[in-house]
C-alpha cells in the first residue's frame, strides 16, 4: 500500500471550520465538499480499482489514505473521514454488500419481528474498532493542521436500507412498515439509534472535531412524518451526544428543508442545506439560531468557469459570515474536473 | 380489442372537479388519482401484457379504455387521458423508447447546435393526431358525466429526458446544457414550448375540460435556476393557452415548493402539490389565490385500513373546501391494493 505522504499537506492550519462551529469570529469562510474523497479524483480511482469498497472503508491505512486525498490537492478547511454510513447496519449484524455502480444491497432485510431479532446492538469499539483505528491514524497524518468530521447516517435514513435491502427512489417498503407495523419500526429505529449514538461517541473520544448526521432521506417523508419517523431519533441522537462531548454536530437532512425550524432546535450546530433552499428562506427558517452549511447545487460544477464563479459569489453573499460553512447541496458527483473543485474553493476563499 | 364498456358508468354526474376550478361553490371535495389508470389494476395489466406501451398510446381505442378502466371501479372526479409526457419529443423528431420496467430510452439525444436541427416543431394535428382520437373517442365513452384532463410535461422536464437519454437522479446532462451552453438550451426549450402550446390548444379544442402541467423534475432546480429553466416557459405555455380558451390549468412542480408564490402568479387555475408540502405551508405560500390540489403520500396506500383514513382526514381538513381537489402527491404506484384506493376515495367524500 502507499505511505501515507504528508509532505504535501502544507499550507493549512485553517481553524476556521471549527471557529464557526464553536461561535468564534472569523475572517474568512471555510469550505469543504461532500464526497471529496471521491470518484472525480483520478488518485482515488487507482484505489477503488485495486480495493473493494468495503475493504476501502474497513482497512485503517486506506480509508486514511483516501481521506487524505483531496487534502493535497485543494486548500479544503476540512477533512472528512472515508467511510459509509450502511457500516452501521453491517455491525449491527445486516449482511451489506456494496456493488459497484449499482450501490448497496441487504440480501436480507428487516421486514418482520422474527427479523428483528437478527438485529443487534453491537460492542461499537469492537465491531467498528477500524474506524476508530482510522480516525488514530488519520488524527496523525493531519497533525492537527485541518479539522476531522466523522459521520454517521440518520435512524431514519439507515431504517431505510435496512428495510428496502436497496436504494429506491421511494422507499415504499420502509414507510409500509412505519404506516402498518409502527412497532417493529419503532423497535428497530430505537436499535439504529443506541447504535449509533454509541457510534459517534467512539467518533468523539478518538478526537474528530466534528460530526455529521446524513438523513440523506428525509426528504422522502411528509413533515408530520418526519415529526414521528426521523426527527425524534436525531434529537436522542444529539442529546446523548452532547451530554458527553462539547463536540459541534452538522445535521444534514436532504430534501427536508420544511423541517428546518425543528432542526434548529434540535440544538444541532449546524444544518446541512441542498440547494433546492434558497440562502434567505434557510435564515428565515433558522432565525440564525444555527451555522449553516451548503448549498451549490452539484451540477454547477458542470458550468462554464464564469457562471460557476458568478453562481459561488452569489451563494456566499446570500449566508451571513461567521455562521456560514461553504459546501455543495450534495455529494459531489464523479463526472466532475478537479480544476472545477479547485475554482469552487478559490471562489469561495475569494469573497 | 375488448369493446368499450359504458355500462358500469353510473353514479356520475360529478361536476365539482369543473365547479372547484372556476371558482363555483361546491358541497363536496373532488377526488382523482395521479396515474389512475395505472399498474396497480388488473385490468390494465392485462392490456399491458397484449400491447407495447406505445401501441396502448397511440391506439385511440386503447387510450380510451384505459383512460375509462378506472372509472369502472370508482366514483373519480375526473378522467385523464391515458398517455406520455414523452410523445411530444417524439412528435418533434426525437426517437423514444420505452422499456418495460426500466424507463425512457432516447437513442440521440440532443447535446449540439447540430443535434438541434433533428429537432423540428411539428404540426401537431398531424403527429399527434391519435392523441386528438383519442380524446375524441373518450367524450363519447364519458357522456359528459365526468369531466377529462389532458396533460403535458412542462418545457423543462421534456428538456431533461430530450438531452439527458433517459430518467436519471440528477439529470447532471441537461443542466450541464443549460450551465455551459445556455444559447442552445434556450432553443431547445423554445421549440420545446412552442410544441406543448400547440399541442394542449389542441386537447383544449378537442374538449378537454381541464389541463395539466406535469414539472416532474422542476425540483431538481435551485429556486434561482427554477426562475430561469422551468417557469418562463410554463408561463408562456398558461399565456398562450389562455388567450384562445376558457380552460383551467393545473401546474405540478414536483419537489418545487419553493417557487410556490411564483406558479400562483403565472395565472394558473390551481397548482399541484406533493406531500413533502404541508396545507398550511401552501396557503401561506399562494395566499389562496388558486385551487391547490393533492397531496397524500403515495406510500399511505400502504399503510393500515386506520392510518390511512385517518390521515386522509388530515389532509382534506388542512385545505379549504371549495378551494381544493384531493389527490394524492404523487403517481399512484404498482404495489396498491384496489381496495386502498377505494378508501382513499371514500374517506375524502366522508369529509
Redesign the interface.
Known amino acids: 500500500m502507499q505511505a501515507i505522504d504528508n509532505q504535501r499537506i502544507t499550507n493549512y492550519k485553517r481553524p476556521s471550520f471549527v471557529q464557526v462551529l464553536h461561535g468564534q469570529q472569523t475572517e474568512t469562510t471555510p469550505v469543504w465538499v461532500m464526497r471529496q474523497a471521491g470518484r472525480y479524483l483520478p488518485e482515488y480511482m487507482v484505489l477503488r480499482r485495486k480495493y473493494s469498497f468495503f475493504e476501502r472503508c474497513q482497512t485503517p491505512e486506506l480509508a486514511t489514505e483516501i481521506t487524505m486525498q483531496p487534502l493535497r490537492r485543494f486548500a479544503l478547511d476540512a477533512a472528512i473521514l472515508f467511510s459509509d454510513i450502511l457500516v452501521v447496519p453491517q455491525a449491527m449484524g445486516v449482511e451489506v454488500l456494496l456493488e459497484e455502480n449499482i450501490g448497496p444491497v441487504l440480501p436480507n432485510p428487516i421486514r418482520t419481528m422474527a427479523d428483528l431479532k437478527r438485529v443487534h446492538i453491537p460492542d461499537v469499539s469492537d465491531a467498528l474498532h477500524y474506524v476508530a483505528q482510522a480516525i488514530d491514524l488519520t488524527k496523525v497524518a493531519l497533525n492537527n493542521l485541518v479539522p476531522l468530521i466523522g459521520f454517521a447516517g440518520s435512524p431514519w435514513t439507515i431504517f431505510c436500507y435496512m428495510t428496502e435491502g436497496k436504494g429506491s427512489k421511494?422507499?415504499?417498503k420502509a414507510?409500509?412498515i412505519c404506516?402498518?407495523n409502527p412497532e417493529l419500526a419503532t423497535k428497530l429505529l430505537d436499535k439504529i439509534t443506541e447504535t449509533t449514538i454509541a457510534y459517534l461517541k467512539m467518533k468523539a473520544r478518538h478526537g474528530v472535531d466534528a460530526l455529521q448526521i446524513f438523513d440523506s432521506w428525509g426528504?422522502l417523508?411528509?413533515?408530520?412524518?418526519y415529526q414521528t419517523w426521523s426527527l425524534p431519533y436525531i434529537q436522542r441522537i444529539i442529546n446523548a451526544v452532547k451530554l458527553e462531548y462539547n463536540i459541534p454536530i452538522i445535521v444534514f437532512a436532504k430534501?427536508?428543508?420544511?423541517a428546518l425550524p425543528e432542526l434548529a432546535a434540535t440544538g444541532a450546530t449546524a444544518l446541512g442545506l441542498d440547494?433546492?433552499?434558497?440562502p434567505q428562506?434557510a435564515r428565515q427558517m433558522t432565525q440564525e439560531k444555527v451555522v449553516l452549511q451548503g448549498n451549490l447545487?452539484?451540477?454547477?460544477l458542470?458550468?462554464?468557469p464564469q457562471?460557476?464563479e458568478q453562481?459561488v459569489k452569489?451563494m456566499v453573499s446570500g449566508f451571513k459570515r461567521g455562521q456560514y460553512i461553504a459546501n455543495l447541496?450534495h455529494g459531489i458527483?464523479p463526472?466532475i474536473a478537479v480544476e472545477q473543485v479547485q475554482r469552487f474553493i478559490d471562489t469561495v476563499k475569494s469573497c
Open positions: 421511494t422507499f415504499d414507510k409500509a404506516f402498518s426528504g417523508l411528509s413533515p408530520e412524518d430534501g427536508a428543508s420544511y440547494w433546492t433552499c434558497s428562506f447545487d452539484p451540477a454547477l458542470l458550468a462554464s457562471v460557476l453562481r452569489t447541496g458527483t463526472n
